[in-house]
């Protein structure tokens, strides 16, 4: 070994202790992960590790935060006092859940600036449902059932995440989406029971347009997904995008019952030896237009976002600058 060294000069020798250590550490790491151990924020983590969470996390925030705009959309226009005031309140929570997020990816040392270039630019994903438009009031009600619902299914298993920052902001936000998912069937539910012909129309009008795009958010099918099995090693994803996906159907078609909708698909079906509904195939052409920034909405999602954090630069100029002001003011103390 000694020898080995003296023949490789010192920066080699350096750099072989240094691998040498950390395969030690990353085998640390796999075993802490195997054995269900949570990683905080100054624990040792493999470079990888942690560019998947801050990717993912990071996906998720701007999720949140583009997707206050479709709802958005029907604040000034919600049919009672009542509807308008949940449905402010259910925005508002998307705006936390945004922040909670940012906040966990920059446990990770990277920071919300950044984090937000990367959106504006175009260049940061974020889920593709925000991209389909809200056209009547009934899709409000069906993005609380079918799109929050879809969400609480994802997210729940990431509560368990081995990235503890990341799994405590989770615990939070589903009891929250829980509150929201209930909200949108609620909603369905009286237009349903006490609508008029018209507004039960618009209700299943709404579920036809979103049925495919929710089934959609869990991701491309397991085979086609680039981060699932590395992700599911190390404990970030507890269950598989088509798993979820199935658990996701196998709900809501009860649910789609109770309310009196029928789901667009014509091969929707229980199958007693599977335990499972079967389904028909999903469109992923659309999936990967919509992601690739050719969805409906895209460019007016995008826009809107730059728009807001363009009007938004006096407000963090003021609070800098009286951030600064106090601390000169404590300094002089
Ligand atoms: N949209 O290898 P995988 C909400 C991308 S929050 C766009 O399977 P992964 C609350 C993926 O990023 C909704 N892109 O990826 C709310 C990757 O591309 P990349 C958001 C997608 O990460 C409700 C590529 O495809 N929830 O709704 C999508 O292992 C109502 C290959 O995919 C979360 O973000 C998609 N749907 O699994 C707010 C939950 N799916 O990065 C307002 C956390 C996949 O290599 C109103 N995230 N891609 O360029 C996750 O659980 C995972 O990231 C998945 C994807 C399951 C979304």
């Known amino acids: 070994m000694y020898t080995q060294a003296m023949d490789v000069g010192p920066k080699e020798e350096r750099k072989a202790l240094r691998s040498a250590e950390e395969a030690q550490l990353e085998q640390r ?14 624990d040792w983590m493999p470079d990888h590790y942690r560019k998947t969470l801050v990717r993912q996390i990071s996906q998720h925030a701007h999720s949140e935060i583009v997707g206050m705009l479709p709802e958005g959309n029907w604040v000034t226009r919600a049919p009672t006092l009542k509807r308008k005031t949940i449905l402010l309140a259910k925005i508002q929570d998307e705006a936390g859940h945004g922040l909670y997020l940012y906040s966990a990816a920059e446990t990770l040392g990277v920071s919300r600036d950044e984090l937000l270039a990367a959106l504006h630019s175009g260049k940061a994903k974020y889920s593709s449902i925000f991209n389909y438009p809200t056209l009547t009031w009934a899709d409000v009600g069906v993005i609380g059932w079918l799109v929050d619902g879809a969400a609480i299914m994802n997210q729940v298993p990431l509560t368990r995440c081995s990235y503890a920052p990341y799994a405590r902001a989770m615990v939070r936000i589903c009891r929250e989406e829980s509150f929201h998912q209930r909200q949108g069937f609620d909603a369905l539910n009286v237009m349903m029971r006490e609508g008029t012909p018209a507004q039960r129309d618009m209700v299943q009008d709404a579920v036809n347009r979103w049925w495919w795009p929710s089934l959609m958010m869990f991701g491309p099918p397991d085979a086609e997904s680039v981060h699932g099995t590395q992700s599911t090693r190390w404990g970030i994803k507890r269950i598989s995008n088509d798993d979820l996906r199935q658990k996701f159907i196998d ?71 009286h951030a600064r002001k106090q601390h000169t003011k404590e300094q002089a103390a």
């Open 251 to 321: 709900a809501t078609a009860q649910q789609a019952d109770v309310l009196g909708v029928s789901l667009p698909d014509p091969l929707l079906k229980w199958n007693e030896a599977r335990g499972h509904y079967d389904f028909g195939p999903i469109d992923w052409a659309e999936f990967w237009r919509v992601v690739g920034g050719h969805g409906a909405c895209n460019q007016e999602r995008l826009a809107a976002r730059v728009k807001a954090w363009d009007d938004g630069a006096w407000v963090r100029e003021a609070a800098l600058a």
């Open 29 to 42: 790491f796999d075993e802490r992960i195997d054995a269900g151990g949570l990683i905080e924020a100054k």
